[in-house]
Every structure is written in C-alpha cells, then in structure tokens.
C-alpha cells in the first residue's frame, strides 16, 4: 500500500517517510524526522526535531513527539528522540527530545503509553512497558523491560524502575524501584513481589521462587544493606539470573531504592 498523506497534513520538505505510512488531517512531521514503514499518525499528531519513529506505530491525535526539551540547561544543538517499532502513543502524549548535542531521548519497541503521559527529556525506556493514563516522568528516568505504571504516577527525575516492576496508580517515585516488586504510595514503598505479573509473562515457579529470596532477604530479613547484599552473595539462589538482576540493580542505585514497609 502506498503512502496516504492527507491534503491538509504538514510534512516538510527532509522529512523521510517509510512505505505504508499514513499522515492524517492537520497532523504535522518536520524536517529531519523519520516515520517508519507502516506507522499511523493520526489526525493533529505532530512529529518534529531530529525524532526517528520505527514501523508498525500508531501515534494518536494531539500527541507531540520531538519538541525542544524543557530542561533549562538546554544550549543548542541537535539532540534527538528515538522510537522503536508496535509502539502506541495515545492522546495528547509528549516526548521530549534530550537536551544536549547528539543525545536521545530513547522509547523502545512494544510499547503503550495512555492519553495524556509525559515522557522528559532523555528518558531511557525499553520494551513491552504499558503506561497508563497520566504518567509523568521526568528528566533522565530509566524504565526497564515489561513494566507497569499505574495512572497518574510521577517519577522523580534520574530514578530507575526495574524489570517487571508495577508501579501503583498515582504514587510518588523518590527512588529506584526494584525489579520485579509492586511498589505503591506518596512516597512510594515496596509492597510485595509483583507475583500476578510474573505469571502473566510466563515466570516459572523456580524463577518465581528466586524472585521470592531476593526479595525477601533485602526486605524482609531485618539487614541493613550491607548486610542484605552479604547474605545475597552468599545465597544458594545467587547466581540464578533474576535473583542476580535484582542484586545488581540494588547494589548500583545511586538515589538509593524505596523503602520497605
């Protein structure tokens, strides 16, 4: 199928368009962006700046994607914003490009982000993450692999959410979040491990069971941290790769990670 440009749609001369695209009424792609093969802007979508946007998208009326970062530090240049592939950016979601020269704002592949969510400058999000209504998170977040984000939550800027994390609806995000917990609350703690989750994405009981331990043993044990990360070395599940991911994450959190309850 070949492109369908509506004729009232804006697309500036240096833009590149993949086969298949389809560019609804009065949406908006600038010069220097690039919409990959089979997306669909919808009707007063806007893609602009040096954004990159892969195949198979679906981007919603009133979503604006690329604009100039709202980090004060800003001082010119060309940085950018990458998307990958089967992503879905629903109503009136915005993603800001980085602030400095040839950086990125980065969102994977696989992606649901819900009507009316921010994504700051230079955030650094994987695949398979669904986020619901109203999120926001701020400059420089990390988002992992497979995580939820119930609406109307906020992440404080340079936090990190892990694997597999759920983040409750309308908590505040001080502090990393560990991979594979629910964490809930103003401010945001650790609740339990995020079980229903993991069986949804296929978790084996000996994976589980791992998950269990690590959790455990840095929440519930009653250690310190040096302490937790002592016994979690030593532990007979150390080595298994979702209990060692949890270890990894903790260990190299630099804004310290929620509280447990």
Do not use: W
Request: aromatic content about 8%.
């Amino acid at each position: 199928m070949a492109k369908q440009i509506h004729p009232t749609a804006i697309v500036e001369s240096g833009a590149e368009l993949g086969d298949d695209v389809v560019i609804g009424a009065y949406a908006f792609v600038g010069a220097g962006s690039v919409i990959g093969a089979g997306t669909v802007l919808h009707h007063h979508a806007s893609v602009e700046g040096f954004t990159a946007v892969g195949a198979q998208c679906e981007i919603f009326p009133f979503t604006c994607i690329g604009s100039k970062t709202q980090d004060l530090k800003y001082k010119g240049g060309r940085p950018g914003v990458k998307i990958g592939d089967r992503n879905v950016l629903r109503e009136y979601v915005s993603v800001h490009a980085a602030t400095k020269d040839g950086e990125f704002t980065v969102i994977g592949s696989d992606n649901t982000i819900l009507a009316y969510s921010h994504v700051a400058h230079d955030c650094q999000l994987g695949n398979h993450i669904i986020a619901s209504n109203s999120v926001g998170l701020a400059g420089h977040v990390i988002v992992e692999d497979y995580v939820g984000l119930g609406a109307k939550c906020g992440v404080h800027q340079f936090c990190r959410v892990g694997a597999y994390a759920m983040v409750g609806a309308m908590s505040k995000i001080v502090q990393d979040v560990p991979p594979f917990i629910i964490a809930d609350g103003n401010p945001a703690i650790a609740r339990s491990i995020n079980k229903v989750g993991l069986e949804r994405n296929g978790f084996a009981p000996e994976r589980l069971e791992a998950v269990k331990q690590a959790f455990r043993v840095f929440y519930r044990a009653g250690h310190n941290r040096t302490q937790a990360f002592e016994q979690m070395h030593a532990h007979a599940l150390g080595q298994s790769p979702d209990f060692r991911h949890f270890l990894n994450f903790v260990e190299k959190s630099e804004r310290g990670v929620v509280a447990g309850r």
